[in-house]
């Protein structure tokens, strides 16, 4: 608790003293609209100097840093942090196991990063996610039939606690042997846990993401025991297998953490990613037009989805050694921070990039997914699940409309929406079909 709150002043200070990188910190405008800040970055230069790191929303010194071997992912490891924060880190305090929290995936670096993330490789495959198409498929069906008979005849419904949360995390409960009856509670959680990768916390959200980590942890502890009881062939059943007989291969907190860090970023990513998408389509009609006409542009409106709106704003890199990128020098232990919404609006990359084009030729070269070895293991599985999730909405709701204002979530890290209220449409196919 110390240490946050001295993370918290210390962002304030240097936001209302004109720092730009404590502005997207701690300002809700960031939350509501980031990008007018990204084109100040962007105007500053392609690397911009603050007092808490080195800023940059430029697509190519993005990709070199997230590549590069030279950078680690220790961002709140005192050992590693900048001058200002490695003093602000070691005010003293715990944090809680959570996703952004050693030994997470998000957080280690080689060669127990490789160690861990391999023993999960195989489950996120092409081929595993080929052959996930058709459940998906069927789990959106039977949301949208849910979704018709609660919205009534008023045809007035939420899409995003109707159906855009709900199809990945049922689709990830699935995957990890769950019961599917959870899928509600894990969507509280994650919400809560969400805010613990962001900076800058208010007391009361901070100890909010305190309580859902642990609730999350609590009860994945429990499941644990009921998978020794009764393994079945899901992913965690494979890994409690693996951390009771293969004496070394996991310690417990990597096991744990991995199971949270699976069933998280299984949903949290892509409940953004179905929300944005919707949004996007409803406030640009001639768009979801084209799609209509040509079902093909599909997974290129994935991608521009990705793009334009990415569900992960920025990720970090911490120097592990005096290094140079696209010719900027940077010292060992000097923070930078990759703003992947704003490298998503790079213009040299992308060519009109305040424009939502569903048929963008290179919308695939985006980094919402991040780069390097650090790419996001679920990727191929969210793009899936946007592409069927997205395309089942429309087809269905060709009419689909927006019925009253949407409200964004707090989070800075990820950006999505909280509710998205919509009016149905007629049907195109029966609701018991």
């Given at each position: 608790m110390l240490r946050h709150g001295a993370m918290r002043r210390e962002v304030t200070r240097q936001a209302a003293k004109g720092d730009l990188g404590a502005h997207m910190i701690i300002n809700p405008d960031a939350v509501r609209d980031p990008y007018p800040a990204y084109e100040q970055i962007r105007g500053q230069g392609r690397m911009v100097r603050s007092a808490l790191t080195w800023t940059t929303v430029d697509h190519e010194i993005t990709t070199e840093v997230l590549r590069s071997p030279d950078f680690c992912v220790g961002l709140r490891m005192p050992e590693n942090a900048p001058g200002l924060l490695r003093a602000l880190l070691a005010a003293g305090g715990t944090w809680p196991l959570g996703p952004a929290e050693p030994p997470s995936l998000l957080s280690i670096d080689p060669p127990d990063h490789n160690r861990i993330r391999k023993l999960v490789t195989r489950s996120f495959s092409a081929k595993a996610i080929s052959s996930l198409r058709g459940r998906t498929e069927?789990?959106?069906?039977?949301?949208?039939?849910?979704?018709?008979?609660?919205?009534?005849?008023?045809?007035?419904?939420?899409?995003?606690?109707?159906?855009?949360?709900?199809?990945?995390?049922?689709?990830?409960?699935?995957?990890?042997?769950?019961?599917?009856?959870?899928?509600?509670?894990?969507?509280?959680?994650?919400?809560?846990?969400?805010?613990?990768?962001?900076m800058g916390l208010d007391y009361a959200t901070f100890r909010r993401s305190e309580r859902d980590i642990d609730a999350l942890t609590d009860w994945m502890a429990?499941?644990?025991?009921?998978?020794?009881?009764?393994?079945?062939?899901?992913?965690?059943?494979?890994?409690?297998?693996?951390?009771?007989?293969?004496?070394?291969?996991?310690?417990?907190?990597?096991?744990?953490?991995?199971?949270?860090?699976?069933?998280?970023?299984?949903?949290?990513?892509?409940?953004?990613?179905?929300?944005?998408?919707?949004?996007?389509?409803?406030?640009?009609?001639?768009?979801?037009?084209?799609?209509?006409?040509?079902?093909?542009?599909?997974?290129?409106?994935?991608?521009?989805?990705?793009?334009?709106?990415?569900?992960?704003?920025r990720t970090g890199r911490v120097a592990a050694r005096d290094t140079e990128v696209c010719g900027f020098p940077v010292k060992r232990g000097a923070l930078v921070l990759t703003h992947l919404g704003g490298a998503n609006r790079d213009p040299d990359v992308f060519p009109?990039?305040?424009?939502?084009?569903?048929?963008?030729?290179?919308?695939?070269?985006?980094?919402?997914?991040?780069?390097?070895?650090?790419?996001?293991?679920?990727?191929?599985?969210?793009?899936?699940?946007?592409?069927?999730?997205?395309?089942?909405?429309?087809?269905?709701?060709?009419?689909?409309?927006?019925?009253?204002?949407?409200?964004?979530?707090?989070?800075?890290?990820?950006?999505?929406?909280?509710?998205?209220?919509?009016?149905?449409?007629?049907?195109?196919?029966?609701?018991?079909?």
């Open positions: 069927e789990i959106a069906a039977q949301l949208l039939a849910d979704l018709e008979t609660r919205a009534g005849a008023d045809r007035r419904t939420d899409v995003i606690s109707g159906y855009a949360s709900l199809l990945p995390a049922t689709v990830i409960t699935e995957m990890l042997g769950a019961p599917v009856e959870m899928r509600e509670k894990f969507l509280e959680w994650g919400e809560g846990g969400a805010y613990s990768l962001d429990g499941h644990f025991e009921r998978l020794r009881r009764e393994p079945n062939d899901s992913i965690l059943s494979s890994l409690v297998a693996a951390y009771d007989q293969e004496e070394g291969r996991l310690t417990h907190d990597e096991l744990l953490s991995l199971a949270m860090l699976l069933l998280a970023a299984g949903f949290e990513t892509t409940v953004n990613l179905i929300g944005n998408g919707t949004r996007l389509l409803l406030t640009h009609p001639d768009e979801l037009a084209r799609l209509q006409a040509d079902p093909a542009l599909w997974p290129n409106a994935v991608d521009e989805v990705l793009r334009y709106d990415s569900p992960v704003q009109d990039p305040a424009r939502f084009d569903v048929g963008r030729a290179g919308a695939d070269r985006h980094v919402a997914f991040s780069q390097g070895i650090h790419y996001c293991l679920g990727a191929a599985l969210a793009k899936m699940e946007g592409e069927v999730g997205l395309r089942a909405l429309f087809d269905r709701y060709p009419d689909l409309r927006a019925d009253g204002p949407a409200e964004l979530r707090g989070t800075r890290v990820l950006r999505g929406y909280r509710t998205l209220p919509v009016r149905l449409g007629d049907a195109r196919v029966p609701v018991d079909a």
